[in-house]
């Protein structure tokens, strides 16, 4: 176990943007079918990170490690190489497929990219086991993007992703646009794609709950940097920042205590 | 693979909408005067260029001239429906020249970014100063009359009215997911751009070329009447209106009239058709 490579290796990420530092030093590592989650508040750097990850941003310094080799740049061959291991999936499940391909085409897309020399009959095979394994009927494989619904779109896009078996899937917000009840479809269907596929996540979302659910391990960022690592489990029952605790107190439950947020945030404010 | 028959039979059908009255007689409008360009020999009752000076600025109506005769003569419904193919297709050429030029410079501006956008947007705004009426003139001046230089020249000063939208609207959409979806799928930018931009775009680029058809035909038309476009005795609306100057002060407003009203006609034609050809792509497109 412990001479198995991490599927994706982190080490001192930063990303500036003219003066703001949106992510500044970042690190951590996935071992082949782990899930990991990145939390934090808004404007913490998250979507900056798994944007870098993806290739839609070049670091500012820093090294990505995609089954233990360097990845970076935009040639040809460094794109195919880092697509093939990893895939995004991004929150808006309105936007993220062609208006004018039907959603069958859109699955064969990185398909006909990446497996070349798949006979036509066999990338359709390959398409109906795509839609098949996320839940979608063939009829909405048949239908253009904007007759879905946004679970039956995020199903597409988790298919579109999976058809290269990437070993790693970075999920930004992917089911905050959704309703409650899609959102536990579509985290259930990603449980079980883990089990089934050995495919490792980088699950990034500000909601906790979705995390503890979905992920083993998790990352707290604040301003760009990590504070506090750990088991989901024990950083969401035992926090050990500050930062983390303000976190966990702001969700609304019952028994909500405004004091001790505003507490939390001053004691926050006293450790920086 | 029947995959994809049901969807489509649906969206078929979801998508026949009443054509609009306007939009039906546009295109009634532009096939005839296409299909009379294109048969002009087999339909006109005289040759274009047959003068026959006793006929002289007959009115409209009189018999064997149905539209009338123009000052020296030649039959006004024959050179109407031989002049329908320059002044048709000059305009095309002005719109695709221009279309190719624009659409390529303006994406690439907003594809490239950086410098390249700086320098492309620059030399546009540039172009798009210079009056292309002056331009067209100096070029004539330069090459001589024909239909050539003035394609050419308009097709130029043309190119930044294109160009510019479409850098603004590929900006725009190359900012929609799905595109980033295709970068990090591993595909490379020029094909994003030529299978998945392009074609999302293809609203505004119709709807600018029914526009720059309209200003063609009446920039072209304004050089023939200037005796800068086609040569004569070649008839072309344009030069039948400036040859109708004379008859104009004579009182006998027929022969130039009667080419204005097509050149007219054309024009909004065209500007019908593209705003509901734009329009209906777009909705196919909408998210919802
Ligand atoms: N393209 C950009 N140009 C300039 N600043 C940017 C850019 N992208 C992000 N930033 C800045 O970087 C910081 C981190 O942004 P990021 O989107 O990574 O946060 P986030 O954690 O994903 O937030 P959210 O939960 O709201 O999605 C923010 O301050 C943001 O304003
Ligand atoms: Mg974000």
Same mark, same amino acid.
């Given at each position: 176990m412990t001479s198995e490579t991490p599927v994706l290796s982190v080490s001192s990420l930063v990303k500036r943007f003219g003066d703001v530092t %949106? $992510?500044?030093g970042v690190g951590f590592e996935l071992m082949p079918g782990a899930s990991l989650g990145i939390v934090g508040e808004s404007g913490s750097g998250k979507t900056t990170t798994a944007r870098i990850l993806a290739g839609l941003d070049e670091p500012t310094s820093g090294t990505v490690l995609l089954a233990g080799e360097p990845v970076t740049g935009r040639s040809r061959r460094a794109r195919l190489h880092r697509a093939r291991l990893l895939q995004m999936i991004f929150q808006d499940p309105y936007g993220s497929f062609d208006p004018r391909q039907t959603i069958a085409e859109s699955v064969a897309e990185p398909i006909r990219l990446h497996l070349p020399d798949l006979s036509g009959a066999d990338r359709r095979a390959r398409v109906a086991e795509l839609l098949d394994q996320v839940g979608l009927s063939e009829r909405a494989g048949g239908s253009p993007p904007r007759e879905l619904s946004g679970g039956q779109r995020q199903r597409a896009a988790i298919a579109r992703a999976l058809g290269i078996r990437p070993r790693v899937l970075v999920l930004d917000? %992917? $089911? +905050? +646009?959704?309703d409650v009840s899609i959102q536990a479809q579509i985290l259930t269907l990603l449980d079980s794609l883990r089990r089934d596929t050995g495919i490792a996540y980088v699950f990034v979302s500000h909601d906790l709950a979705v995390v503890r659910h979905i992920t083993d391990t998790a990352v707290v960022m604040r301003h760009g940097r990590i504070v506090e690592r750990g088991d989901t489990e024990t950083i969401l029952r035992d926090p050990q920042h500050p930062y983390t605790r303000l976190l966990l107190d702001s969700i609304p439950v019952p028994g909500w205590d405004l004091d001790r947020v505003a507490r939390d945030r001053r004691a926050l404010d006293a450790s920086r | 693979m029947t995959l994809t028959i049901p969807a489509l039979r649906a969206r078929g059908a979801k998508r026949r909408r009443r054509r609009p009255l306007a939009v039906t007689l546009a295109i009634a409008f532009l096939l005839a005067a296409a299909a009379t360009g294109a048969l002009a020999p087999l339909l006109a009752p005289h040759s274009p260029d047959a003068t026959s000076l006793l006929d002289s600025l007959a009115p409209p109506g009189t018999a064997g001239h149905l539209l009338g005769t123009d000052s020296t003569g030649r039959d006004v419904l024959s050179r109407l429906m031989y002049g329908a193919r320059l002044s048709l297709l000059a305009p095309l050429g002005v719109v695709l020249l221009s279309g190719v030029l624009g659409t390529a410079l303006g994406l690439l501006a907003a594809r490239a970014g950086g410098w390249v956008d700086a320098v492309l947007s620059r030399l546009m705004d540039i172009v798009f100063a210079f009056p292309s009426l002056l331009l067209a003139m100096l070029v004539v001046a330069v090459f001589g009359p024909g239909l050539t230089a003035p394609i050419c020249a308009l097709a130029v000063s043309y190119t930044p009215f294109l160009g510019r939208v479409v850098r603004s609207v590929a900006i725009q959409e190359g900012a929609r997911p799905y595109m980033e979806s295709y970068r990090a799928m591993g595909f490379g930018e020029l094909r994003t751009t030529v299978r998945h931009l392009l074609p999302n775009m293809t609203p505004v680029l119709l709807a600018q070329s029914a526009l720059s058809f309209g200003y063609a035909m009446v920039d072209l038309a304004s050089l023939s009447y200037l005796g800068l476009g086609v040569r004569p005795p070649a008839a072309d609306w344009g030069s039948m209106i400036s040859q109708a100057q004379s008859a104009i002060l004579q009182g006998a407003p027929g022969s130039g009239l009667i080419p204005g009203v097509a050149v007219l006609l054309t024009v909004v034609s065209v500007n019908v058709l593209g705003e509901h050809i734009g329009g209906s792509i777009a909705r196919r497109g909408e998210g919802t």
């Open positions: %949106a $992510v500044d917000e %992917a $089911v +905050a +646009a959704l | -």
